[in-house]
């Protein structure tokens, strides 16, 4: 696994760089010369990208060890699947709330809470108390739910409403933001293999350095982004707005639990991945950066497939993505079997559950900007989270179930169970996107009409 896990990242960061050139030639960029010569825009822009670049950093360092951590730590399976659902209902329990409170305390301060959060939350991994563990994962939910919604909301609140910048000018910030994403996510993978394994510093390295990341973003949206007077708005209405918008337009349910059957299937692969090849001796840090890269080709070849010169419709790579996905599970199922352990045939399903990743997120990103009005997409964003983060508890509490009743031990079949009931939500969501396009068989707002558009 060592030898293939290098070789593997070699070969992705290669076909990205051969995917981003063909990419760039077949699909220039959208924003306008307008927008890329205008200086208070591109100042803008650039006060905006430090802060939530510096935001996306520190979250992507904590995913490589923290599974590998709470092993360190000498947690069972069955323990480590509670912290894991701890986190997940915090999401649940403060995911209605993310939407609001930048509008009740102010998009600035609501950014510099996630940045104390999420310091808090990684200070936490100091410790080996179960019940200081439980509080940092708590706390990790509330910022992962913040960061989310906050950076994005405040910048097109000031985008639109303080500097009077054209909307079609807010594309080209969060492309820019996309491709760094993928190639921070990379980078955080080296860089925490660096720390806890090269050097030798351990799996709880990579949570502290992500501290100092936290407290300099903290310091750019404290300095220079202004300040700003909170909105008041009632949080029962942001709600009860979202919920109306949801309930009232088939197509955005429909969408909804798309997104809530295959988002929360990658919650539970998050779980899944370390202690599945994590036996067979891989550095976590690089496996973690070569799913990043293939997150990363999936981007790349979405662009290719929506260009001028392939004509790919979003709906159709978002099928593409599902089937892939379903796939890749279906694998899993017989490289998981108990005692026949294949690791390399679960790295490239691992792979191929990223390349679809990389195929399904600009494609959904699409199709919820075509579907939901942009003064509701908050308020209808958080209520798909509900039912993604229920369904990825539910998943890991019936996994911690089934390694209870084994004795607590890590080689029964339950994990080979998990991937084959993900299997079944990738099938009910494929369903579910081909009853929105018969649904919307006609309707020109889902479909691209003769130029190419990617999104985060």
């Not at 701890?86 to 996630?114: E, M």
């Not at 502290?208 to 209405?237: M, Q």
């Not at 809530?260 to 599945?276: C, D, G, H, K, Q």
């Amino acid at each position: 696994m060592l030898v293939t896990a290098y070789f593997a990242i070699i070969v992705l960061l290669a076909l990205c760089v051969g995917l981003e050139f063909t990419a760039r030639r077949l699909t220039p960029p959208q924003s306008t010369p307008t927008a890329v010569a205008n200086p208070a825009f591109r100042r803008f822009q650039s006060i905006f990208l430090r802060a939530y670049l510096l935001a996306l950093w520190a979250d992507w360092l904590q995913g490589p060890y923290l599974y590998k951590l709470y092993r360190h730590y000498s947690f069972l399976e069955s323990q480590i699947a509670i912290l894991y659902v701890c986190g997940l209902a915090s999401c649940v329990l403060f995911a209605p709330f993310s939407g609001w409170l930048p509008q009740a305390l102010g998009r600035r301060l609501t950014c510099l809470l996630f940045c104390v959060s999420y310091s808090a939350c990684c200070l936490t991994k100091l410790s080996r108390d179960y019940f200081v563990l439980i509080v940092g994962r708590i706390l990790g939910g509330l910022s992962t739910s913040l960061l989310a919604t906050t950076f994005e909301s405040w910048y097109v609140h000031r985008h639109v409403e303080v500097h009077d910048f054209p909307k079609e000018w807010i594309p080209s910030t969060f492309n820019k933001v996309a491709t760094w994403n993928h190639g921070l996510a990379v980078g955080a993978g080296l860089v925490a293999n660096l720390l806890a394994e090269w050097l030798h510093l351990g799996p709880v390295a990579p949570f502290l350095l992500a501290v100092p990341c936290l407290g300099c973003c903290g310091w750019v949206v404290l300095t220079d982004w202004g300040k700003e007077e909170a909105e008041g708005e009632r949080f029962s209405r942001s709600c009860h707005d979202g919920l109306r918008c949801l309930l009232s337009d088939k197509r955005v349910l429909l969408l909804g639990g798309v997104q809530a059957l295959f988002e929360s299937v990658l919650y539970i692969f998050v779980f899944l991945w370390t202690p599945v090849l994590d036996p067979h001796g891989p550095p976590l840090g690089i496996v973690f950066s070569c799913l990043m890269a293939a997150s990363m080709v999936g981007s790349l070849l979405y662009r290719l497939a929506t260009s001028t010169r392939y004509h790919l419709q979003p709906g159709q790579v978002l099928c593409l993505a599902i089937l892939m996905a379903f796939f890749s599970f279906f694998m899993l199922t017989f490289s998981t079997v108990p005692g026949q352990p294949r690791p390399h045939d679960s790295f490239l399903a691992f792979l191929l559950l990223e390349l679809a990743c990389g195929l399904y997120f600009p494609a959904v990103s699409f199709l919820q900007r075509r579907v939901i009005p942009e003064e509701k997409r908050a308020g209808v964003l958080a209520w798909f989270r509900l039912p993604l983060h229920l369904l990825a508890c539910l998943g890991l509490l019936a996994l911690h179930g089934e390694v209870s009743g084994t004795g607590g031990g890590e080689g029964g079949g339950g994990t080979r169970h998990m991937f084959g009931g993900c299997a079944a939500m990738m099938l009910a969501a494929l369903m579910a996107v081909i009853s929105l396009f018969t649904l919307s068989r006609n309707d020109s707002d889902l479909r691209l009409e003769g130029f190419s558009v990617y999104a985060p």
